[in-house]
Each structure stands twice: as C-alpha cells, then as structure tokens.
C-alpha cells in the first residue's frame, strides 16, 4: 500500500472559494458573518473535482491513500478575526470529510485548525476534538506563524502552544508544521515561506525542551525538511555549540515527508535522515504542477525518485506505508481493522 501523507484540496469546486470572497467582505461583522449561507456544493461536483486530478494522479502514479486536507495556501490565517478563521476552517473542514466519505479508500482527513495573530493556540483545540472525534480525521496541520510572513506568534516550543498540544497528545494527532500564504511580498509563498518555515520549526525544537514535555507530541515537517537535511552538519554543530542534546534525540517526535522535487535531493533526505522518520509525501496537486523537461515528469511525481533510489525494499516499504501507519496512530488502527473486516 502508498500513504502520500500530503495532499490539498486545491482543485475544490469554485463555490468554496465564492464563499470566502463572501466571508471576506463580511469585514469581521459577527451579524453578518452569522447570516452567511455555507457554499451548496454537490457530491457530483466533488467528484468532478478530484476524477480529473488527485484521483486521477493517484491511479497514474501508483499511490493509494492520501492523507489529505484543505487548501494550505488558502487558510490565510491572517485574515479577518477569530470568528472569521474558525467560521472558515469549520466550512473548509467539512467539505475535506465529504470527500473522505465519497472515498474512504482514497483520503483520510486532516484538518485546518483555525488560528489568528495574537489569539490563543488553546482556541484551535475544539476544532481539532471535533474533526477528530466527529470528522473521523487523524491529525492536524498548524501554521507556525499565522501571521502570514512576519512572525509574531512565539516559537512552537513555547508555552503558547501547550494547550493545542495537551489535545493533540490525548487525540494520539500529529500535525504537519504548514504555514500559509505569504502577504510579505519578500517571501513567496510555496517557494520561500514554506521552506523557510520548515527550517525555522526545526530549529527551534532544537532549541527548545518542547518533548520532554510531551514525549509523544509527533510533528511533520513537509517539503523535505526545508533546508534541513542538506544542513545538517550546521544543525549538529549548532547544537552541539548551544550544548543541547544530539538531533537524534529529536527523531523520536519529528518526521519529515518526500517534497522534494528532484532525485539528488531525494537521495540525500535518504542518506542523511533515518529511513523511520520519513513518510512518502507528494503535495499534489499543490505547489509545482508542471513538467520537468529534463526528466520528462511531474516534478511532483515523487515516488518515481523513491523507487530509484538505492534503498533496499525494506526501507521504501517504511516510508511508502508503515512509516505512516505508526506516525499516524489513527491511521494504522483503521487500516488494521479495515484489514480484518
Ligand atoms: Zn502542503
């Protein structure tokens, strides 16, 4: 079995995306945010929505499941107010769980929490419990810096994230660090943001004594690691220097997903970082949708760069599924009692 543990509903019917517009223009008036009417989208145009494109990546490329949530670019945390951000995380949340029930082979959900600049990490937790217990979904994912670029919100090792982590720890949910767009034009989006906020995240559980508060807190880092991986003699020796413990002692809590779009950085995420502590990912149909000249693919067809790696088969079965099953607990339970049905 393939687990691609990230994947977005970019391609949601055009209603979603009308609704937003509408909540937007609502400027954070509870009344009228109140009065607005939940985008009427069909099971048909779901459908219409993934036949073409996700599902039909999953049949071409050879990946079974994707472990998949809303729009991550679209969460844009830094809109509107509190009331704004759960309103649309809640709307975006339940249409991820239409789609898991249309097909429950396909997708299994994780959720947008709803944050805000300067609102308490404690206020995503209801919404987490809920998707979780009511949704049927299997973790989180939690933007570091929901202010979209400036970074306001304290690092994840602070106290400030403690209560959306004391639910995470009793749901068994991890989360994958994913921030969202970008409204400070000097960093773009998918091509500095993310990767920034990859490396940024890691750099401060090393800093940080955020596991030996919650030794089974577990994080996902996308798009490779960001600039970890290839750094990380700096990340060593940083610690090293600031006398903290080996990075090693991090890889009980923090995994790390194949986004990375060409075969020499696939093939040194899996010489530097522990075949356990990777799990298959793709991001499709996300963040680079064309074609690789050189190859002649999608740059993000990534399990073309895991099958061609020297791995032994062993170790790409790890990170094609049970990598996955382990570090989403909820996951391998329902993928065990599907198995025994
Ligand atoms: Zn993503």
């Known amino acids: 079995m393939i687990i691609d543990c990230h994947g977005h509903y970019t391609t949601a019917p055009k209603a979603l995306e009308d609704f937003r517009e509408a909540q937007i223009a609502c400027d954070c008036d509870a009344h009228r945010l109140a009065a607005l009417i939940r985008p009427r989208i069909s099971d048909d145009e779901i459908r219409e929505s993934l036949e073409g494109a996700q599902l039909k990546l999953q049949r071409e490329r050879g990946s079974d499941l994707t472990v998949f ?32 029930r249309l097909y429950p082979d396909n997708f299994v959900g994780v959720c947008q929490l709803p944050q805000s600049p300067g609102v ?37 090792t602070d106290r400030h994230w403690y209560p959306l982590y004391e639910k995470m720890v009793e749901l068994d949910a991890p989360a994958m660090v994913h921030v969202s767009a970008s409204c400070n034009p000097v960093f773009h989006a998918t091509g500095a943001h993310y990767i920034n906020a990859d490396t940024t995240a890691f750099m401060q559980f090393i800093q940080g004594d955020l596991f030996k508060d919650f030794p089974t807190l577990k994080f996902i880092i996308p798009h490779g690691g960001g600039a970890v991986p290839y750094h990380w003699g700096r990340y060593r020796g940083l610690a090293q220097d600031m006398k903290r413990p080996p990075l090693s002692e991090l890889l009980g809590n923090v995994f790390f997903d194949t986004c990375v779009y060409h075969q020499a950085g696939i093939d040194l995420l899996l010489k530097v970082i522990p075949v356990e502590n990777i799990l298959f990912g793709s991001e499709m149909v ?48 329902r993928l065990k009692a599907r198995a025994n049905i």
């Open 69 to 100: 949530s809303p729009r991550a670019s679209a969460m844009a945390h830094h809109v509107g107010d509190e009331a704004t951000s759960l309103q649309w995380s809640q709307v975006c949340n339940d249409l991820v769980a239409r789609v898991c």
């Open 120 to 156: 308490p990490a404690a206020h995503s937790a209801a919404e987490l419990e809920r998707c979780v217990t009511e949704l049927g979904f299997i973790g989180c994912n939690l933007n570091p810096d929901p202010s979209g670029g400036f970074w306001t919100a304290p690092p994840l």
């Open 286 to 333: 996300g963040a680079v949708r064309g074609i690789d000249p050189e190859s002649g693919h999608n740059y993000d067809d990534t399990k073309r760069y895991i099958d061609a790696s020297a791995l032994p088969a062993a170790a790409k079965s790890a990170i094609f599924e049970g990598n996955a099953r382990r570090v989403f607990p909820r996951l391998g339970a």
